[in-house]
């Protein structure tokens, strides 16, 4: 299924009656009143899913902020959701899907495929003049069955191994980047060899993704348009982001999912700073 569907396409949906599953992702860094934000106004039928306790297991130093979730736990979450075996499901949030990539990369890391994200979210909703609604929505338990192991992933290790990845993106801000600001982690720089690529310049004024020719054009000039390209970010969630950039732009690539939470609080490993 592709990357990305419409805000014209998932109303089609819905008004033919098609199975669609939407969730809400509403999360963001420093403001934990997603589910608030959600109750208030949100697209008729979706399903609130937590980030920090459905998206991710407990972090810790040397694990990250956010590790991956146990396959089993995102099963039942899933179910939790009511989403069954077949369905479609469309992801969306508040900021270009910055949060909600990681639900579609986690779902497609289950081994489901049918996961799309809402191009623009709740911003191009409300734009193109269509209702949002308050409250809570709850489905019926699923039966959906999870795998894992999908969709490529690399770790410490390997990222020592300079055989193992061409191109390692950073997708945090330019400035933390560079180690100017570090306002979470405890040592500020990046990886000793990665490239900077802030995941906002993946989007558009108006939240959505860039078209996929500029996507290709953004990526070649950083070089990752051949070899094996990785990508991290302060905790694994916005890199979910630039991986769905990359796909959409034709490019596969695996995910550092401790990123920078877990390499800066690894005892013995190397930082750089500047750009």
């Known amino acids: 299924m592709k990357t990305l569907m419409d805000v014209q396409e998932l109303q089609d949906r819905m008004t033919s009656g098609a199975q669609t599953i939407l969730l809400d992702v509403r999360w963001s860094l420093g403001d934990p009143h997603g589910h608030e934000h959600y109750r208030a106004a949100h697209i008729p039928g979706a399903v609130y899913v937590d980030m920090e306790t ?45 949060a909600a ?14 996961v799309s994200l809402l191009d ?4 191009a909703w409300r734009a193109a003049g269509l209702p949002v609604e308050g409250g809570e929505e709850r489905h019926c338990v699923g039966n959906v069955h999870l795998a894992s192991g999908q969709m490529p992933v690399i770790s410490i290790p390997e990222l020592l191994e300079c055989s193992t990845v061409d191109v390692l993106l950073d997708a945090r801000a330019g400035e933390r980047f560079r180690g ?32 996929a ?35 959409i732009a034709g490019i596969d690539a695996s995910l550092f999912p401790g990123s920078w939470s877990q390499w800066s609080t690894t005892d013995g490993l190397p930082v750089a700073t500047g750009a």
Request: charged content about 25%.
């Open 120 to 123: 623009g979210g709740l911003t």
């Open 54 to 98: 459905q998206l991710c297991a407990t972090g810790g130093p040397g694990l990250g902020r956010h590790p991956l979730p146990d396959p089993e736990a995102l099963q039942e979450a899933a179910r939790q959701w009511g989403l069954n075996d077949g369905d479609t499901v469309v992801a969306y949030d508040d900021s270009g899907n910055l």
């Open 213 to 247: 020719a500029e996507l290709r054009r953004r990526f070649s000039e950083v070089g990752a348009d051949r070899g094996r390209v990785a990508v991290y970010c302060g905790s694994g969630i916005t890199a979910a982001h630039e991986i769905a950039a990359l796909d």
């Open 180 to 211: 100017e600001q570090e306002p979470i982690d405890p040592k500020a720089g990046h990886i000793p060899g990665a490239v900077s690529a802030p995941t906002a310049e993946n989007l558009r004024e108006d939240r959505r993704f860039r078209p």
């Open 101 to 114: 990539a990681r639900l579609w990369w986690l779902l497609r890391n289950a081994g489901f495929t049918s």
